[in-house]
């Protein structure tokens, strides 16, 4: 698989050097193409605010931004069915499947437990 969507919370984890940070970027750095909904943008420069730290531009760097062109009124209600999420939890899954309905072509990369959990259901590889 050469394409993952990525969730803002491994941009995070990479920009403030958490732990299991240089793990993820190995991950990462198996794939061709990321991907990931602009909504990641905003997530990202919010955690810069919270931790009081300038903006690093060079985050979303090598990011390919999805911009659905429609509702994703289907893959939301596809998404909520197999577990409870949060609003943007639930857009980053609902995006991936908006790129792959089937769930066999891109992967869903992310540490937050919940939304990993969601993706596997949705069917995709869920490497960490």
Do not use: K
Request: net charge negative.
């Amino acid at each position: 698989m050469a394409i993952a969507y990525l969730d803002s919370s491994c941009v995070v984890a990479l920009a403030f050097a958490e732990p299991g940070s240089r793990r993820l970027a190995a991950t990462l750095g198996r794939f061709e193409r990321l991907l990931s909904s602009n909504l990641l943008e905003a997530e990202v420069r919010a955690a810069f605010v919270r931790e009081r730290v300038a903006a690093r531009t060079d985050v979303c760097a090598g990011l390919d931004w999805i911009l659905p062109d429609r509702a994703l009124t289907l893959e939301i209600d596809r998404v909520a069915a197999l577990g409870g999420l949060r609003g943007a939890d639930l857009w980053h899954v609902a995006c991936a499947l908006y790129l792959d309905p089937t769930a066999e072509d891109l992967a869903f990369v992310t540490l937050d437990v919940a939304q990993r959990r969601v993706a596997a259901a949705a069917g995709f590889a869920t490497p960490h």
